[in-house]
């Protein structure tokens, strides 16, 4: 009786074992996407200022520093959709298809709802006016409803309730030297 249980127990380890490193390394994956897309965002924003100015004008992507960059994930339907950002740029979240950084198919989304942008170092998310007002939720119990121009500072592990969308926020650091 006592060896049946010992195999049971550990193939019950076994497989919780498993479990753990499927999880970690799917984990580790999308690590490395959104600080693949960081990059390429962030390339992309340097060419297009290097375009507009000429070579002796003042940037914003200093060499060897780091910034301060936004994963943001969604669903829509069965579909998963995932974005990064530089919060320097304002990102608009809404009902409107040309202007939206974030379009929200929903009628109880505004055509412009709400928007995150970085100010003093931190990331913020201000609701416009929304008809409906949008949500945080930070951990398992704490709402925050945000009003009528009204703000709150974003954490990494936010999720933005915007209508019937959920937003999970991730705040990260890119290495600009990697570019």
């Given at each position: 009786m006592l060896p049946i249980i010992l195999i049971i127990?550990?193939?019950?380890?076994?497989v919780a074992t498993i479990i753990l490193i499927v999880v970690i390394n799917a984990k580790r994956n999308e690590r490395i996407k959104y600080n693949i897309a960081a990059g390429n965002t962030l390339r992309e924003e340097y060419l297009n200022h290097s375009l507009r100015n000429d070579v002796y004008s003042e940037s914003n992507h200093k060499p060897g520093s780091i910034k301060l960059m936004i994963y943001l994930k969604t669903k829509y339907g069965k579909q998963k959709i995932r974005y990064v950002f530089n919060p320097e740029n304002r990102i608009l979240i809404g009902r409107d298809k040309y202007e939206s950084n974030i379009y929200v198919n929903d009628k109880t989304v505004s055509k412009k709802h709400c928007c995150i942008y970085l100010?003093?170092?931190?990331?913020?998310?201000e609701d416009m006016n929304a008809a409906n007002g949008t949500v945080v939720?930070?951990?398992l119990f704490?709402?925050?409803?945000?009003?009528?121009?009204?703000?709150?500072?974003?954490?990494?592990?936010?999720?933005?309730?915007?209508?019937s969308s959920i937003i999970k926020v991730i705040l990260f650091y890119y290495d600009m030297s990697t570019m």
């Amino acid at each position: 009786m006592l060896p049946i249980i010992l195999i049971i127990l550990a193939a019950i380890l076994l497989v919780a074992t498993i479990i753990l490193i499927v999880v970690i390394n799917a984990k580790r994956n999308e690590r490395i996407k959104y600080n693949i897309a960081a990059g390429n965002t962030l390339r992309e924003e340097y060419l297009n200022h290097s375009l507009r100015n000429d070579v002796y004008s003042e940037s914003n992507h200093k060499p060897g520093s780091i910034k301060l960059m936004i994963y943001l994930k969604t669903k829509y339907g069965k579909q998963k959709i995932r974005y990064v950002f530089n919060p320097e740029n304002r990102i608009l979240i809404g009902r409107d298809k040309y202007e939206s950084n974030i379009y929200v198919n929903d009628k109880t989304v505004s055509k412009k709802h709400c928007c995150i942008y970085l100010s003093g170092g931190q990331v913020y998310l201000e609701d416009m006016n929304a008809a409906n007002g949008t949500v945080v939720e930070r951990g398992l119990f704490k709402n925050y409803k945000i009003v009528a121009n009204n703000r709150i500072i974003l954490r990494s592990r936010d999720r933005v309730i915007v209508g019937s969308s959920i937003i999970k926020v991730i705040l990260f650091y890119y290495d600009m030297s990697t570019m």
